[in-house]
C-alpha cells in the first residue's frame, strides 16, 4: 500500500467535521506537523483561545510550555523542526470541572495516520493524561520526563 500523502491527510483532518454534532464552538482542528519535524508535542484538545486564533498552544499554557522547554515562538511555530499535534484537534466544550477530555473518535480517526507521517521525530514531548494513555500506556499514572532543546 502506498504511502498516504502528507499533504492530503492534513487538508482531510482540516476538514474533519467528526464530532461537529458534539462541539460547542463547532469544528476547527489545529495542529502543525512537516515530515522533517525532529521534535513532537502531544498535548490534549485545544482551548478557546486557540480555537479562535487557529494556532497551537497560542495561549497562557502555550507561553508556559515554550518558556519550560526554553523555545522562542519562532522556532516553536516552525513546522519543518516542531509537530504539534493534540489527542483532538477542536475544542470539546466545558465541563463542571474544567475543559471536556478530548473525544475519543479524534485520536482513533487521525492519530496512526498522522503519527506515521513523523519518520524523523527524536523526541516527544507528551502532556497530559490523555497523551500519556495514548503515547505511553505502559505509563500511565506517571509522570512522563522530557528536556528543552536548543533548536
Known sequence: MPSESLISLLAQVRACTLCAHELPLGPRPVLQMARSARILIVG???????????????????DRLRAWVGMNRETFYDASKI???????CYPGRGSGGD??????????WQARLMAQLKQIELTLVLGQYATAWHLPDREGSLPMSCGTGL
Open 83 to 89: 509537530a504539534l499535534l493534540p489527542m483532538a484537534f
Open 100 to 109: 471536556l477530555p478530548p473525544p475519543p473518535r479524534c485520536a482513533e480517526t
Open 44 to 62: 490534549q484538545a485545544p482551548g478557546t483561545k486557540v480555537h479562535a486564533t487557529g494556532i497551537p498552544f497560542n495561549d497562557p499554557s502555550g
